[in-house]
Structures are given as structure tokens and as C-alpha cells.
């Protein structure tokens, strides 16, 4: 069987959410089924890295596809016409984006609808395509994947699409992520935070991530407790609004606000692992893998008792409303002082953390390209 996959964020040293389940279960895939050859569709020169195995046959294919208009011509002009070339039995798109024009059996892997329901949170012209484009890629697919049994729904329901053609593969965390030693602790404590505690936010700054109310929580919570600790942000910038810098700006405490930028895969295990708690409260996730990175690190989480967040943590975060600054610096509050729950909630975590992996998430992505061959 010939197995086309469009692999564009493959992308050495930024591997962050979709390019993290690209990865991992591409990898797993090539690997795992070396019978069949897999054709890789990147839009820049890739890593050798990224040739998971014998049977991988690299194709870039021009441009980089990093804007609504390269968005359109990748996927509609350029992808068809080596689709055309491969003449390949199924086509499968990691990131929710769809050819038109094609007749072939697709597997259509779509993370969330966020922009559908927050697209005061996208910029105009991207907001544009994703709804104009989204509905035609979700109905186009043979079958859709996706993260979350709440995505599932969503996107059924959003989009009309009959909820039995619709797999839920769930995400894994990476090996890069386990419990740390105190001696490593302290070690990264000294490197980021003169040696203090910390609270660990991962992800982009993005509006929907709700970093302007973790800013204020931090704050609240600081004044009411004189604790030490620290915030530490790993990420960069993605539709980085004036209003998230302007929370940060006016915060009293922004001396003790650690950005990082983006950092590589086995420095944000270390980051994670040493933290006190991880920080996780956006206003919409289709998932949330940091929150399986802090149970992997045997670190405990604070995150948002909505769309996707209660699936993936189960019984083992503390919970707030992510709407409400007030709720997030209690539970950080909550955290600092009530040490048997801090032990409960780890206890809970190594449970939790044993339902999701990603070989899991390969072998049920490869279900789903079955279904549809």
C-alpha cells in the first residue's frame, strides 16, 4: 500500500502541538509498517532525522506553506499534482487541511475548532480562511481523526458530519518527559529562578491560552501569600496580542515572571520536571498535552474545568474556571498550602498519565487508514 501524509510542520527544533503529533505518530507508523511505503509531503528541505525508515520516500514540495494564500495554493495546486505522480491509496493530513480536488480515500486529522468558536482570537485574514475552508476539508475526508472525545463532538456537531466517521485518537507525551532527581531540580531552579519554586505555563502566547488572567492570578496570588515562587513561560509568541503585553506591563510582580522563548524537546522535560506545578488554563483546547507532561514529570496541574481539560486530567488537576482570575489564584493558592492534596493529586496523575501514549495514538491512526482502504 502506498500511504501519502502531508508532514509540514516537521520542522527541526519547533515541534509544538501538531508538529509534536506529527512526529510521534508518523515515526511510529513508518516503523511499525514497513510492508507498506509512506510518502512524506514537506514544503521546505527536510531533516534526515525525518526519513523514519527505509521505506519513507521524501518529497518537498514548494513553498512553505506559512500563509493563507501559500495555505491555498499547497494544498489545492501543489499537493494534487504529486498526489497525481504518487497515485498513492490513501492520503492522510495531520493538521485538518484537505486537497479539493482529489478522488482518493482521505484521513482528515483535525485538532479542534477553536477559531469556530474564539475568532476574535485569530487574525481577520487567517480567521476568514479557516471558516470558509474547514467545513469544505471536514466534509471532503473519507473519515475524520481526532483528539478528544470532546472534539469529536464538536466538530459533528459544528460541521454536520455523521459522528460515526469520526475516530478519536487521543495524544500521547513524549519520552523526554520524566521525574526528575532533586539534584537536577535544583539545578534548573538555580538556571531560570535563583533557586525558587516556580508555576510552569507551556505553550504559545496566544490569546485563547488566557495568559493575561494567569498573569493576574499569579499576581493575586502572590500578594495574598508573600510565596516566592515564580511563573516560568515557555513558548513564543503566536498572534501575540497588545493586551497580553500590556497584563504583563502593569503586573506587580513581572520581575518574577521568567519568559524562556522556545526551547528544545529534552530542555522543556527539565523545565517541566522542576516545576512545582504546571499552570495549564486556556479558554479552549482540543487536548492540552502539557498536562500529560506534567504527570509524566510527576508534577501537578492547575487547568481549566472545560471543553477537553477535564477528559485528558480526569481526577487528577485542580480545577478553576478559567474565565475568572479570582478562581485560578485560589487553586494556586490551594496548591502552595494544602500538602496532602498536592500528594493526592500525584498519586492520581500516575494513574491518569498510563491511558495515553503515543503508540496508542499510531495504532489507532493506523485503525482509521484501514477503515477507509
Not at 528544545?264 to 486556556?282: E, K
Not at 493558592?333 to 495514538?361: P, V
Request: with cysteine.
Amino acid at each position: 500500500m502506498k500511504i501519502a501524509i502531508h508532514t509540514r510542520f516537521l520542522v527541526k527544533n519547533k515541534l509544538e502541538g501538531i508538529g509534536r503529533f506529527t512526529f510521534e505518530t508518523v515515526k511510529r507508523l513508518c516503523e511499525n509498517h514497513p510492508e507498506h511505503t509512506f510518502y512524506l509531503l514537506f514544503d521546505r528541505m527536510y531533516e534526515p532525522e525525518y526519513v523514519f525508515s527505509s521505506n519513507v520516500k521524501p518529497i518537498v514540495v514548494p513553498f512553505p506553506a506559512r500563509h493563507p494564500f501559500l495555505w491555498w495554493f499547497w494544498f489545492h495546486i501543489q499537493v494534487p499534482r504529486v498526489l497525481k505522480n504518487i497515485s498513492p491509496d490513501v492520503f492522510v493530513s495531520t493538521d485538518g487541511f484537505l486537497p479539493l480536488n482529489v478522488s482518493i480515500p482521505t484521513v482528515n486529522v483535525i485538532h479542534d475548532l477553536n477559531f469556530e468558536h474564539n475568532p476574535e482570537h485569530v487574525p481577520w485574514l487567517v480567521r476568514w480562511f479557516y471558516k470558509k475552508y474547514f467545513p469544505l476539508y471536514a466534509r471532503k475526508a473519507t473519515r475524520i481523526a481526532t483528539v478528544s472525545e470532546f472534539s469529536k463532538h464538536d466538530i459533528a456537531t459544528t460541521y454536520g458530519i455523521d459522528v460515526h466517521s469520526i475516530d478519536v485518537v487521543f495524544n500521547g507525551v513524549s519520552s523526554e518527559f520524566e521525574p526528575l532527581t532533586e539534584v537536577q531540580k535544583t539545578i534548573v531552579k538555580k538556571t531560570y529562578t535563583d533557586g525558587c519554586d516556580y508555576f510552569v505555563y507551556v505553550g504559545s502566547l496566544h490569546p485563547r491560552k488566557n495568559i493575561e488572567r494567569l498573569f493576574a492570578a499569579f499576581e493575586l496570588c502572590k500578594k495574598q501569600t508573600q510565596t516566592s515562587c515564580k511563573l516560568v513561560i515557555v513558548g513564543e509568541a503566536m498572534f501575540l496580542s497588545k493586551s497580553i503585553q500590556k497584563a504583563y506591563n502593569s503586573n506587580a510582580y513581572k520581575n518574577d515572571i521568567i519568559f524562556t522563548g522556545r526551547v528544545p524537546s529534552h530542555q522543556l522535560g527539565l523545565i517541566v520536571g522542576a516545576a512545582y506545578t504546571m499552570t495549564y488554563v486556556p479558554l479552549f483546547e482540543g487536548f492540552g498535552i502539557p498536562i500529560l507532561e506534567a504527570f509524566a514529570c510527576n508534577i501537578p496541574v492547575i487547568t481549566s474545568r472545560c471543553t477537553s481539560m477535564p477528559e485528558v486530567a480526569g481526577n487528577a488537576a485542580l480545577y478553576c474556571d478559567p474565565l475568572h482570575t479570582e478562581s485560578i489564584a485560589v487553586a494556586m493558592k490551594k496548591i502552595l498550602n494544602d500538602k496532602e492534596l498536592y500528594q493526592k493529586l500525584l498519586e492520581y496523575a500516575y494513574i491518569q498519565k498510563q491511558k495515553f501514549s503515543w503508540d496508542k495514538t499510531a495504532d489507532l491512526v493506523w485503525k482509521s487508514i484501514l477503515k477507509v482502504v
